[in-house]
């Protein structure tokens, strides 16, 4: 999908120099797919103390039941 952005100029020479990258696409790519796995991560931090914690399960001994 072709789309125009209106990108800064700096971030994107910034992102190139430290990413890796050989294209702007290829760079723009990649800092979506970090934005999306870092904010992942962020709403797996949201569940931090929202789980109840079984500490007696032995997931050894459910394993050796199948």
């Keep these: 999908m072709a789309t125009n952005l209106g990108i800064d100029p700096d971030l994107l020479d910034k992102a190139l120099a430290i990413g890796g990258e050989k294209t702007t696409k290829a760079t723009v790519n990649r ?29 050894k001994l459910d394993r050796s039941r199948r």
């Design 31 to 59: 800092a979506l797919r970090e934005f999306i796995a870092r904010r992942g991560q962020e709403r797996l931090l949201d569940l931090f103390g929202k789980l109840d914690w079984d500490a007696g399960y032995d997931h």
